[in-house]
């Protein structure tokens, strides 16, 4: 079993940052991609940033210049720096890892997300 636990969340003011992590244990031999996704009420997930165990990072277009994303390998932790957020940021942020366990099982991981809130 691999478990991903995310913490950082809150309520924030416009222009404020904000600055997530997830750490992933259990039965994990090597973990391929990390993630980052949102979901705001009324809308579907949306991917906001991924990075590649070697450190190549992705974001989504509203993101771009915000929000950088980080992970440590040796402690399984992925990060997420959200900087100048705006309202339309606010939404439950997920977690998400790609795993190869030690039973020999690759998979996609969730953590539970945590809710960010960007209001006045």
């Known amino acids: 079993q691999v478990q991903l636990v995310e913490s950082g969340g809150g309520l924030v003011q416009p222009g404020g940052s904000l600055r997530l992590s997830c750490a992933a244990s259990?039965?994990?031999?090597?973990?391929?991609?990390m993630a980052w996704y949102r979901q705001a009420p009324g809308k579907q997930r949306e991917l906001v940033a991924t990075i590649t165990n070697s450190g190549s990072t992705n974001f989504a277009d509203s993101v771009k210049g915000r929000f950088t994303i980080s992970r440590d390998n040796a402690k399984n932790t992925v990060s997420l720096q959200m900087n100048s957020l705006k309202p339309e940021d606010t939404a439950v942020y997920s977690c998400?890892?790609?795993?190869?366990?030690?039973?020999?099982?690759?998979?996609?991981?969730w953590g539970q997300g945590t809710q960010v809130t960007v209001s006045s």
């Open positions: 259990g039965s994990i031999r090597y973990i391929y991609a």
């Open positions: 998400n890892a790609n795993v190869l366990t030690w039973r020999g099982i690759r998979g996609d991981y």
